[in-house]
């Protein structure tokens, strides 16, 4: 993103885990790149014994109209969010595929790819990618116990703090509003959950106190 490869944020977030009483260790670098994808699932099998969930929450923006697009802006949001997701989801279905014990893989995707946005050409085209993505693996995947479902969420993060008309702090006073990140964490851990295993190749809304099922592509008519 606009920080580039931070590890202070990163290990910041270990922290509070580990002070809340939890376990959590880092892994810094490009999730796009293969042998960083690589490393974060040897990362967490190495240390925990196994691989259970993957939540792909990773992203940047890079808007412009379509007629401004530079190269550089469409290949690095494509790269990032829809890369990214290729290859968390090939290494952790490798380990799935062999161990047999079933698996949790979650995309954040977002209205722009399901709905369109007109200054994000980069960044639709990306999430409606992995909504492709995320279907094709929940299929090639349901044989060995592994679920893979998309969530679009709605909230202030560091990543809305933007344009000029938006409040550049905006997601630092978004704790316990509607906007807060927090409320998207619910339907993230009941799609982790053995009770999630009911679930697959859907995308969900999640946002404030609300979650949303959106309804499934169909033929309109012949």
């Known amino acids: 993103g606009r920080m580039g490869v931070d590890p202070a944020r990163v290990n910041a977030v270990v922290d509070d885990i580990r002070k809340a009483g939890g376990e959590a260790v880092s892994a810094i670098g490009d999730v796009s790149e293969m042998d960083v994808a690589e490393g974060i699932v040897k990362l967490a099998i190495d240390t925990y014994g196994k ?8 992203g940047i ?3 412009r109209m379509i007629f401004n697009m530079t190269e550089d802006d469409w290949d690095g949001v494509i790269k990032a969010h829809l890369k990214g997701c290729f290859t968390m989801t090939k290494f952790a279905s490798i380990h799935w595929r062999a161990e047999r014990n079933g698996g949790r893989m979650i995309y954040f995707t977002s209205t722009a790819g399901i709905f369109g946005s007109a200054g994000q050409p980069n960044y639709a085209a990306a999430h409606m990618g992995k909504l492709g993505l995320m279907r094709s693996s929940a299929q090639a995947l349901s044989r060995y116990g592994v679920t893979v479902n998309a969530i679009a969420p709605g909230a202030s993060t560091r990543m809305t703090d933007r344009g000029r008309n938006a409040d550049a702090n905006a997601s630092a006073s978004a704790v316990g509003t509607s906007r807060d990140p927090k409320a998207v964490v619910p339907v993230i851990v009941w799609l982790a959950s053995d009770e999630g295993a009911a ?17 499934e592509p169909t033929l309109e008519r012949v």
């Open 51 to 58: 691989l259970d969930i993957v939540v792909a929450a990773h």
């Open 61 to 63: 923006l890079r808007e």
């Open 199 to 215: 679930v697959n190749g859907r995308v969900f809304g999640a946002s404030g106190h609300k979650i949303t099922l959106y309804k």
